[in-house]
């Protein structure tokens, strides 16, 4: 029961007052706790904050002794106190004594209570410490009480995240909320990543926390409410989708957009004094805080529909935008995300990225290969990410290790900070091997060559020594486009990568979209497995329209000189006929017009379809040569989706299963004279680079970052040596188990640099 100063908005009105003087954080802090024991008419309350060493500290009281403050601390685990701290919710108790957890400290001066009422102080679902109060007599709190010390816990909070009660920590004690953290994850892509904290999808920052008018917040947060709703059901209806897994997942949030008992806990929490924005953020709070706790990983993962659904709902009340505005990018930038489609990064000022954390992305999606191409460093499977982040953090991303650091201690970032100077001088010894041919100590010259997707990629060429761009991905130019580019912008793009690279050779991939690489102006078809759906050759033989574009697109731009083309995805000899029908025909069409053809044509396939393997005599005799997508080839051979963490870390590409099948496709193109390069990811690193060689791979492309240490690896290895290893294991009965280990201690046993 509220005393004469009575009701809550009346305490929230008299505390923005206080949070709006010009006091120091240690009087705000006891005027805001004399206020709210005035006004719930309690004989004690008194804040608890969490320390980055686990413990709660007593940061003010009004009932207590005050030379307790800050010199009271306590478990996190410890009374009632403690307990909350640990559950994240609320306890309010008419007879606290007889509850388990009931402790008293006479050295605050606390008498013996019946009555306690205590709040987490929560933000983003995590303990920053606890409010409470106490009387002596035994009294029930009502809901409106318990409602009102939560929303006053919210104002604690944003002091706490503010770092204003950081100056009143001692030195050894600092706050919970900016310890540092270490995360670990999955590596996406190498390398070492210092800077700070960028959310790709940044979140709304609530500064006005107590309403003005309630009726008119009621209004806006029923208004917020009703778009949203209009927004996802647009989004539903208006992709024509088929019945499937992704309509099932976006039916499941609309449901919980019409949730009734989280639209009244909104409107509650209005009701209560709070401003809409405050409403929706204290209510995700709540949520985060007890499904981040739940035992069930089901109800866990609805918590990110209710992520999701907070976060639209913010935007929709403050008209913000739902991504980062790339303009305003720090340049030391590390983008933190949940997941990332690989055109979403593309987007970003790559001078200004440092590195990518993602919460459910793996090492084989399609923006891990980008991320390697734009040579950042890049960490993946990072669990809760986004719990322990704010915007402008300093954050090192390992992308060798997969840890991440969140506000890493000094001697933390002093090490990476001597890492990446390593990491430098090492590029500078591999600088230093660029002009020397790629051979083997016993005398095997091999080819390396580099995969790009962008111009900007290309002034690697001279500065590895690479020989060619042994893949040049063009979707990448569809991808960052707003529109299907026109066959005279592929011209420009196409002729524009022949000049940078000075007469090296380009093989240009026909357009391989679909699976997760998805267009923004195309109809998107809803797939239940899209890795083995509509994507690459099959759309371009289906749509031959587009097809007949880019090739055209080729042509032209390879005027008057060579000029190779490269088709993905075949999966049979028929696919290849057909696609070389296409191409012929846009050939005649050229000759027709008198336009000057490429003064050499060659045509080859990717081989990463399983089912070509089969096929593989007769397709290495109707090309000129042969590129093997070593990725997805991997994820068809086990069936593994690449994407998928639970199954793919089952299989490893140094098994003896996978290097049979390898070694089968280069028996076939030595045998038909055909050319053989593998572009795939196991091609850049060295390890995997060296089992290659070993079964008869003389020429690989990789990421401009990853030539410099396979070079390094090729000058030390005896392949006679290698080969003789791999062949006996190959040889032997297959148990299936990775030949990692024993090619690792061959390398360390040698003096290889792996």
């Not at 300093?394 to 992308?399: E, L």
């Not at 846009?586 to 089969?614: C, D, N």
Request: glycine content about 8%.
């Amino acid at each position: 029961m509220y005393g004469a100063l009575g009701g809550p908005r009346l305490l929230l009105r008299r505390l923005r007052e206080v949070m709006a003087e010009p006091v120091s954080p240690q009087a705000r802090l006891d005027k805001i706790v004399v206020h709210i024991a005035a006004n719930m008419v309690a004989e004690v309350c008194s804040v608890y904050i969490l320390r980055a060493d686990g413990r709660l500290e007593l940061y003010a009281t009004e009932g207590l002794n005050r030379e307790a403050v800050h010199n009271t601390t306590m478990r996190a685990s410890e009374g009632l106190v403690g307990l909350i701290a640990e559950t994240a919710e609320p306890l309010a108790l008419a007879d606290a004594q007889n509850h388990p957890s009931f402790s008293y400290r006479p050295e605050t001066g606390e008498e013996i209570y019946s009555s306690f009422l205590g709040v987490p102080i929560l933000r983003g679902g995590n303990t920053l410490g606890v409010l409470d109060v106490q009387n002596r007599a035994r009294r029930v709190y009502t809901d409106e009480e318990i409602e009102a010390l939560q929303t006053t816990a919210m104002l604690l909070a944003e002091m706490v995240a503010s770092g204003e009660l950081q100056s009143l920590a001692e030195p050894g004690a600092d706050i919970a909320l900016g310890r540092p953290r270490t995360l670990k994850g999955s590596p996406l892509a190498d390398g070492v990543g210092l800077g700070h904290v960028v959310l790709h999808e940044p979140r709304i920052i609530v500064k006005q926390l107590i309403a003005e008018d309630m009726k008119q917040e009621m209004a806006r947060l029923d208004k917020a409410i009703g778009e949203m709703r209009e927004s996802i059901d647009s989004l539903i209806e208006a992709g024509n989708m088929g019945p499937g897994e992704h309509r099932e997942v976006l039916e499941t949030f609309r449901m919980v957009a019409h949730d009734r008992g989280w639209l009244r806990r909104l409107r509650e929490a209005v009701a209560t004094g709070l401003t809409a924005e405050a409403a929706v953020e204290r209510v995700q709070n709540d949520a985060r805080a007890k499904l981040q706790r739940h035992p069930e990983p089901s109800m866990r993962e609805r918590l990110h529909d209710l992520d999701d659904l907070a976060n639209r709902l913010l935007h929709q009340l403050t008209g913000q935008s739902y991504v980062a505005t790339h303009d305003e990018l720090p340049h030391n930038a590390i983008i933190v995300a949940r997941s990332m489609g690989p055109a979403a990064l593309l987007e970003y000022d790559r001078s200004k990225l440092r590195g990518l954390v993602l919460e459910d992305v793996g090492g084989g999606s399609h923006v891990a290969i980008v991320a390697r191409a734009l040579g950042i460093a890049a960490a993946g499977d990072v669990a809760n990410i986004l719990d322990f982040v704010e915007p402008g953090d300093a954050i090192i991303v390992d992308g060798v290790s997969g840890e991440v650091h969140v506000r890493p201690a000094p001697d933390v970032e002093h090490a990476y900070a001597e890492k990446a100077r390593l990491r430098a001088k090492r590029q500078e010894q591999y600088h230093k091997l660029r002009d020397l041919p790629a051979v083997t100590k016993d005398g095997v010259e091999i080819e390396l060559h580099m995969n790009a997707g962008l111009l900007v990629d290309l002034q690697h060429l001279a500065e590895t020594g690479a020989k060619s761009v042994g893949l040049f991905r063009t979707e990448l130019q569809f991808m960052l486009a707003s529109r299907f580019p026109k066959m005279s912008e592929q011209e420009r793009l196409y002729r524009s990568a022949l000049d940078l690279a000075a007469g090296k050779p380009i093989t240009f991939r026909t357009l391989d979209i679909g699976s997760d690489k998805v267009l923004p102006y195309m109809t998107q078809v809803e797939e239940e497995n899209p890795a083995l759906g509509w994507r690459a050759i099959r759309i371009g033989l289906d749509r031959p329209g587009l097809l007949r574009t880019q090739l055209r697109g080729f042509l032209r731009a390879g005027a008057g000189r060579p000029l190779r083309i490269m088709f993905p995805m075949i999966a049979s000899l028929a696919e290849l006929d057909a696609a070389r029908a296409i191409l012929d025909r846009e050939i005649a069409q050229l000759e027709r017009h008198r336009r000057e053809p490429p003064s050499e044509l060659k045509v080859g396939v990717m081989v990463e379809v399983p089912s070509l393997l089969f096929e593989i005599d007769d397709i290495c005799r109707s090309v000129d040569f042969i590129s093997v997508g070593s990725n997805d080839l991997m994820q068809y051979f086990y069936a593994a989706d690449r994407d998928n963490k639970r199954v793919s870390r089952r299989f490893d590409a140094l098994s003896p299963p996978f290097l049979r099948a390898l070694k089968q496709i280069a028996d076939a193109a030595r045998a038909a004279s055909t050319q053989l390069t593998l572009c795939g990811e196991i091609g850049g690193k060295p390890l995997e680079a060296l089992a290659l060689l070993a079964i008869g791979y003389r020429s690989l492309s990789m990421s401009a970052a990853a030539i410099g240490p396979v070079k390094a690896m090729i000058l030390s290895a005896d392949l006679r040596l290698a080969r003789a290893l791999v062949m006996a294991r190959l040889n032997e009965k297959s148990t299936g188990l990775s030949l990692r280990e024993v090619l690792a201690q061959f390398a360390e046993d040698h003096g290889i640099p792996i």
